[in-house]
């Protein structure tokens, strides 16, 4: 199974930053397409961003457009959420998934994939107040 590890969550007021990093456990992230999802209490799980190694296009949801920022690091075993400017509508619990559909086809295209990822772990919560 894919092993990840979010992380970096925390408490931030509005118009703050925060940098989330999802880790890849025995492997790297190469070939693959990585998302980051996020949830809160008694609402579905939105997609929020995604990272495609094919060509290394990314995909952002209209509500973090121009806000957040996803990466990798060059070894590809961490992929990151750079949040900024961050809004109370941001709070949730922030989770990442992995596919290697990653090396077939771009971010946007790899969503509906990294959707369905069944091994979502507790995420990391973000909390951030007015």
């Known amino acids: 199974d894919v092993q990840l590890q979010a992380s970096g969550g925390g408490l931030v007021q509005a118009g703050g930053s925060l940098r989330l990093s999802c880790a890849a456990s025995g492997f790297t992230f190469d070939g693959y397409a990585v998302g980051w999802f996020r949830q809160v209490p008694g609402k579905k799980r939105e997609g929020v961003s995604a990272?495609?190694?094919?060509?290394?296009?990314?995909y952002y949801a209209d509500s973090v457009k121009g806000r957040f920022t996803i990466s990798s690091d060059n070894a590809k075993k961490v992929v990151y959420l750079q949040m900024n400017n961050l809004k109370t509508e941001d709070t949730a619990v922030y989770y990442c998934?992995?596919?290697?559909?990653?090396?077939?086809?771009?971010?946007?295209?790899?969503?509906?994939?990294?959707?369905?990822?069944?091994?979502w772990g507790q995420g990391t919560l973000v909390t951030v107040s007015s």
């Open positions: 990272i495609s190694s094919k060509d290394d296009s990314t």
């Open positions: 998934a992995a596919d290697p559909i990653g090396r077939f086809v771009s971010a946007d295209q790899a969503m509906g994939v990294l959707e369905i990822f069944h091994n």
